[in-house]
């Protein structure tokens, strides 16, 4: 399985992009990577996957570089309720279950 | 739809009881996994089922049980709780292994 990093914590201002990194130093071939938001007394909810390059949809955009050893959240003009606790999820996609949360970057929006 | 649902929300055991984590999903979704959330770690992968009559362990498999007699629910039984299971239990649900999972709102169990 593959071992994840990422900040504990961050903060920001509202309208600021906002990046967070995951690192995945032993991501195999066949792992995606996805992030998941969460508030507080509720389950994590998707946000964005990928496999390599660049994905990017309404509410976010991931950046994985060539090597896959890590991959970047970016929020693009955050606003208060932004305010969450983000996960990467390394998964493999394929055959059994195999899949590493990271522990959570909490990120603090202010006004 | 209600998407995924469980129950209790919360609950306290006593060292020794039983009791099942009631997890039931409305989408129709083959495959449903049950986690734990501790304090400064991510969610850790208990069980998983990936249809009705087949299930398998996750990573944090000891201590809990999963039977998955229907697409619709998958309960997670604990046999004799113990203080280390103290923890977040969320079940989730996703149509296939290639799509997001779909997260209840979890269950908090103190186990004293």
């Known amino acids: 399985l593959a071992k994840t990093t990422q900040p504990i914590s961050m903060d920001s201002y509202e309208g600021q992009e906002v990046n967070i990194t995951c690192s995945h130093n032993?991501?195999?071939?066949?792992?995606?990577i996805t992030w998941y938001q969460q508030f507080p007394s509720q389950g994590p909810r998707f946000i964005i996957q990928?496999?390599?390059t660049k994905v990017t949809n309404e509410v976010a955009s991931l950046f994985i570089p060539a090597d896959r050893k890590s991959s970047t959240l970016s929020l693009p003009r955050v606003s208060l309720s932004d305010t969450a606790v983000y996960y990467c999820?390394?998964?493999?996609?394929?055959?059994?279950?195999?899949?590493?949360f990271g522990s959570g970057t909490r990120l603090q929006v202010q006004p | 739809n209600a998407g995924v649902t469980q129950t209790p929300k919360f609950q306290v055991l006593k060292t020794g009881q039983s009791m099942t984590l009631q997890c039931a999903q409305d989408?129709?979704?083959?495959?449903m996994s049950w986690y734990r959330q501790d304090p400064g770690m991510g969610l850790r992968l208990i069980h998983y089922?990936?249809?009705?009559?087949?299930?398998d362990q996750g990573e944090v498999p000891n201590g809990y049980n999963v039977s998955r007699s229907t697409t619709e629910d998958f309960p997670l039984r604990l046999l004799s709780a113990a203080p280390s299971q103290t923890s977040v239990y969320f079940c989730?649900?996703?149509?296939?292994?290639?799509?997001?999972?779909?997260f209840g709102n979890g269950t908090r169990l103190t186990v004293t």
């Open positions: 989730a649900s996703r149509r296939d292994q290639q799509m997001p999972l779909h």
């Open positions: 032993n991501i195999a071939t066949n792992d995606y």
């Open positions: 990928g496999y390599k």
């Open positions: 999820l390394v998964e493999k996609r394929t055959g059994r279950r195999a899949l590493t």
């Open positions: 989408m129709n979704h083959e495959y």
């Open positions: 089922s990936v249809g009705a009559g087949i299930t």
